[in-house]
């Protein structure tokens, strides 16, 4: 493992995701799913997320599509509340649900819908 670019990509995963978050999903690493964590973390986040040719609020965006489109919607939903912190706004996400919905489905673009309005409501923006 890469120490430097782990760390990096710890205080990338931290700042969108949620320091609270990451380190409860680290905590609960065991033997099986750590190697996981790590790399996962290391790579994803070291890697990809550390690359600032794009920047945190445009990632987030192309997250937000991609995982949309592919129907994952746990995720998606960790990722709409770190697209909040990384500046995405209400309209923005709306937007790329629109996206979702042409290139992907309506009914994807629905689920999508139906996660965003949880999420932002929680956040206290509907």
């Known amino acids: 493992m890469d120490n430097e670019r782990f760390e990096r990509g710890l205080a990338k995963r931290k700042a969108t995701l949620?320091?609270?978050?990451?380190?409860?999903n680290l905590a609960a690493a065991d033997d099986f799913t750590r190697p996981f964590q790590e790399m996962m973390t290391e790579w994803c986040w070291g890697f990809g997320?550390?690359?600032?040719?794009?920047?945190?609020?445009?990632?987030?965006?192309?997250?937000?599509a991609m995982i949309g489109g592919l129907g994952k919607m746990h995720e998606w939903e960790i990722?709409?509340?770190?697209?909040l912190n990384n500046g995405v706004s209400k309209e923005?996400?709306?937007?790329?649900?629109?996206?979702?919905?042409?290139?992907?489905?309506?009914?994807q673009s629905l689920e999508c819908?139906?996660?965003?309005?949880?999420?932002?409501?929680?956040?206290?923006l509907l």
């Open 113 to 124: 819908f139906r996660v965003a309005c949880k999420v932002l409501e929680e956040e206290g």
């Open 79 to 83: 990722h709409c509340r770190g697209a």
């Open 18 to 24: 949620g320091a609270e978050y990451v380190e409860k």
């Open 92 to 107: 923005e996400i709306r937007a790329i649900i629109h996206v979702v919905g042409i290139y992907c489905g309506v009914p």
């Open 49 to 64: 997320w550390g690359d600032e040719t794009i920047d945190a609020k445009t990632r987030s965006m192309m997250n937000l």
